[in-house]
């Protein structure tokens, strides 16, 4: 492999780049070395594994429907308007992206659960949300939401209000503007978007066990499954780990992919 | 359609007020920051003035003390920009056919009608071609296809031939020409070409504030303000009425003719071609003519002339005269106009 | 954190074990790591309290976590001198990877009872109460200890419960019947004394058909055998069983 140095970065950089770059991989590759390669293919095959991994994919693509569902307006709000108290919104909309998982599983346990701020207005609707599947979508979607804000409030900045403006005085009414120009032009930061709180609602475990419980099939997806796996079957725990890394690692590509043939 | 408009807008500065005529087009003229611009933006809506209102034919586009606010895509004002803007996930035809489709045109009517505007700039060939596949010149004249397609009451262009190479302008400008005919717009533009060729009217900004206006031949030939004069090639000299001449404040005095009566002591202006002004480097004696020391600051080549700059007045020689007198910034020299050669009309 | 907590205690010993070791003639410092099941923690606080008073010079210094997580941790070489198990599976699995030193004895021993918020509002009485449908219970997941346990009890009583939700551990269990989210839960009797006025218990005849032991035991690992067989020895003894069960566990 041969290196460009394009812009004269310091030859002493490598050494802690390198460093650096081995920290993450080498934990990938002790993963992979632990695999059972002989029993892989019954461990992740198993019934509670096909049902976790199935559980992961149904609750993490509703999740993502949902993020956009309520990310592509917010980060319309948050890059197209301008109100008192917008940088303060935005930071609390942020919030869930530094928080522990746990701590907002707390608080969706305060907020949706039975005896909870809103608990008694759902239970009147004759809805159960704890322990239900509903729960880990909404856990998962309370995490992986900034991600599309995020992501499509950038694209949003970037992109500029330019052409907008530019369909308006062409008699385009807003909602035609926000459907024929503003969407097509934002689509790649609106997929990458997509695909990244996909990843984190498939990754995600604390809010998860916190405020859902854990139930095969209902309730234990794929990282909560890996947790309780490694109690009693370590080569399960690993073989499903990798799972979740291969999962990880094409949507990264996927992301890469579309990132690159957009800007 | 006519317009009418007075506005001002606080933070740009900016405080106008504006007639257009039905099927009359206006340009405005002005430096850098003047404004301009943001006239437009104000009469797009794109801008929201502090003061004034705008009246379309009977139609109210805004008036600001009567709470009246009509949102840019309900105005009928396309705003053509500098940078042509076409959509870039649309194919030409598409772009063209955007305005037709927001007001509710089908699909197929709507690309009838923007394969006509095509045609009628010259670019039916691109239809099928996305922006990105477009030069410069063609993206903009597709860009004009695709506001006059939208139909609207009042075209608006802010320097849409500013940002087009130079070998492409005079094309553009024909294109211009022919759908600007009957025509209510206005046109900001850096270029007198564009004023003279495309304009019946013009208005000149300067600092937010229109300084002068009127048919674009008067104000060419008889300008009022020192960006007027100086687009149209014009050394433009402000004082008191003294005599048959005008004083300056600094102490300057131009004579020249008039063919108004000019009541002494009233504010008056000079005016003469650079191509009237000669160059000496000893003061001319005996001679009728306004003789004015002045230090070169500045040669530009124009085509087989050059324009000596020296202080506020331009004098355009040919080259070898510049070889001869050793001409450079910072040389001292007479710079000489016969009266005959200079204009004096009331301010 | 949990994980942070073995990650720095794997640390702290490599700077202070190998000059403890030397100056252990002239100043008897000594500091004994034991790892704990996480339902003994109360208990053992106060025990490892207790043995320092009884031994000057002498500092315990605990990591409580679940069984097989300490197990695990043990096997990758935390420097633990003493391992108290919740049940005899992970005990053995310890002895399995050849990390004990001693002999296991068995100290203490817990059963199951019933928890419900304060107040029972699903008027839970009897583990039968539990297989209702319209009852939600929380249990442990049958991989974790708490939750064999309760499967051996509903095996033992012939009945089958429906949770609602499989947690990976009492404290979880416990939390949910806590928060009103669920209307009971399956776990220890200690979880229920330590738990106060916050729950209420509900005790039924079929969990003595399911007792979890307690083993506890030296590593091979350990610095001083003496003073880690003192330990053991100090739990099992009269001093750390007194404790234990003012804390509600039985003997084994």
Redesign the interface.
Known sequence: MSLTRQSGVPRWVLVPAALGAAFVVLPLVALATRVEWGSFFSLITSDSSRAALWLSLRTSAASTLLCVVFGVPMALVLARTTFRGQSLLRSIVLLPLVLPPVVGGIAL?YTF???GLLGETIDVLGLQI??STTAVVIAQTFVALPFMVVSLEGTLRTAGERYEVVAATLGARPTTVLRRVTLPLVLPGLAAGAVLSFARALGEFGAT??F?????GV??TLP?EI????????DAAVALSLVLVVVAVLVIGLVRGTRSTAL | MSLHLEATVADRGVDVSLDIGAHKVVAILGPNGAGKSTVLAAIAGVVRPDTGRAILGDDVLFDVAAGTWQPAYARGTALLAQDPLLFPHLDALDNVAFGPRSAGRTRAQSRATAMTWLAEVDAAELAGRRPSELSGGQAQRIAVARALAAEPRLLLLDEPMAALDITVVPAMRQVLRRVLADRTAVIVTHDVLDALLLADRVVVMEAGRIVESGPTRDVLARPRSAFGANIAGLNLVRGRVEGGAVRTPEGLVVSGLSDEELAPDATALAVFSPSAVSIFLQRPAGSPRNVIAATVTELEPRGAQVRVRAGAISADVTAPVVAELDLAPGAGVFLAVKASEVAIYGA | MRRLAAALLLLVPLAGCSGGARDQADAPEKTLHVYAAASLQNAFTEIGKRFEDANDGVTVKFTFG?S?DLV?QIEQGAPADVFASADTANMDKAVKARVIGGVPQNFASNTLEIVTPPGNPAHIESLRDLTGRSA?V?VC?P??PCGAAAARVEEAAGLRIK??????SVT?VL??VI????DAGLVYVTDVLGAGAKVHGVTFPESRQAVNTYPIASLRSTHDETLAAGFTDYVVGPEGQSVLSTYGFQKP
Do not use: H
């Open positions: 346990l659960g039975r005896k704890a322990f066990i916190t859902a419980g854990s139930l095969e309730t234990r909560l947790y309780l796996q490694r109690e009693t079957d370590p | 679940g097989s695990a939600k929380v997941a991989e974790v949770p609602v939700s499989e947690e990976q979880d939390g949910k928060s009103g989210e669920a």
